[in-house]
DNA sequence: GAGTTTGAAACT
DNA sequence: CAGTTTCAAACTC
């Protein structure tokens, strides 16, 4: 039997391609034999997915048909430890990126995917309890920046492809990543996403520049008319989203950027953008956000620390509040407050929705 | 593909 | 809280 492929090489296909009748996946997939899919044991449970056509897990229950259950159940592993659901990493302010929990490593020395820090690709901290560490503190072992690649010299197809860079890379992005999971909504998000980059200002050294249509030299192949001394960019914009809960507190964020080359041989249409934030999970999380734009290396800063979901507890039902009036959808450049937005995350509270509006 | 190793999660 | 068992992923052959 074909089983959930966990070793893909670092690439995850997140275009859904519809009929996804046993819910979004994120490329995530378990091979749970015992567990039905009802403890974390399950990685699908644990990301907050229902199973997915990818799945080959026996006895499933993590489906549509029990998601009551799945709900008691996801209360009961919470009693045990509130955070269980939470990003198993911490990245925030200018501190390097941990394991919330740490590990406890006795023969792996901390230098392969039975680790739990290394397989998150983080460095091991003073949470952990491990034993010969080779997986030192700040030594992050993977990019920080999700690189989007217009796959199309893939079977001819022109799905958009998420390239990891490594296959410990995912794992940043792998914990309740709404973001990824909107996008799977719809097969032309991941185009829009594109679109939207390009849509937006492109900041550069935390000052805007001008796009150009007909720019010949360097960088300015890719559009982006920047100051001589500035022209060393790899890639020309890059978005991050966030997922608010119902408090207006970030909950997950991702980053996003185009494929380089693949933006130099593909000039892509800039299009109206428009933001159809679907909202699956209206007991667990606020609206997600539009994406924001930035510089690419800027955005790791922009990684936020751990914060509860308040609402886990469905208070809030969907019927009772109108999204629409709490928050205003827009997309809003990062700079030219990028280092103010990036300090307010070295604090322990992430900053809070631009148009919050506090719940009782 | 089957069997072994590993360490987190669950349990006592 | 500590020790043990269960579990599924990672790894090896």
Redesign the pocket.
């Known amino acids: 039997m ?1 089983s ?1 492929d ?2 893909n090489g670092g690439t995850a296909d997140i275009v859904s391609g519809g009929g996804n009748k046993k819910g979004s996946d994120n490329g995530i ?9 009802l ?5 699908c449970l ?1 990301a907050g997915n229902l199973c997915n056509n990818s799945c080959t ?1 026996k006895a499933c229950e993590n489906n549509e048909n029990n998601r009551d259950k799945v709900y008691e159940k996801k209360k009961e ?1 919470e009693l ?2 509130p955070e ?1 659901f939470q990003s ?1 990493i911490i990245i925030g302010g200018n501190e390097a990126a941990r394991h919330r ?1 740490g ?8 230098k ?5 820090c290394f ?1 998150a690709g983080v460095g091991c901290s003073n949470q952990c309890k ?1 034993d010969d560490c080779m997986n030192e503190y700040g030594i992050v072992n993977n990019q920080q920046v999700l690189v989007l690649t217009n796959d199309s010299n893939n079977n001819g197809s022109n799905n958009i492809t998420v390239d990891n860079g490594s296959s410990q890379f995912q794992h940043l992005f792998a914990d309740n990543d709404g973001c990824l999971q909107n996008m799977q909504n719809s097969e032309s998000d991941m185009d829009r996403i594109f679109n939207e980059i390009e849509q937006a200002d492109y900041y550069y050294y935390g000052q805007q520049t001008s796009l150009s249509s007909n720019s010949e030299n360097g960088i300015n192949n890719n559009n982006v008319n920047l100051p001589s001394n500035q022209q060393d960019s790899h890639v020309p914009a890059a978005a991050v989203c966030y997922n608010y809960n119902l408090y207006g507190n970030i909950i997950q964020n991702n980053v996003a950027a185009p494929n380089y080359h693949q933006h130099l041989t593909t000039p892509r249409q800039i299009s109206p953008v428009e933001y159809n934030n679907t909202i699956d999970d209206l007991d667990l999380e606020g609206p997600p956000s539009s994406w924001f734009y930035g510089e690419p290396s800027s955005l790791p800063s922009f990684f936020t620390t751990d914060t509860t979901i308040q609402d886990s507890n469905q208070q809030y039902k969907p019927e009772t509040l109108n999204y629409d009036d709490i928050f205003q959808q827009e997309a809003l450049p990062i700079s030219p407050t990028m280092n103010q937005s990036a300090q307010h995350l070295t604090n322990t509270q992430p900053p809070s929705h631009p148009n919050n509006n506090q719940l009782p």
């Open positions: 074909e959930c966990k070793m997939c378990c091979n749970c034999q015992k567990s039905q899919c403890k974390l044991y399950c990685e644990r897990c592993i045990r430890d269980a198993k929990k590990c406890n490593c006795r023969k792996s020395k901390c392969n995917k039975h680790c739990a397989s491990c």
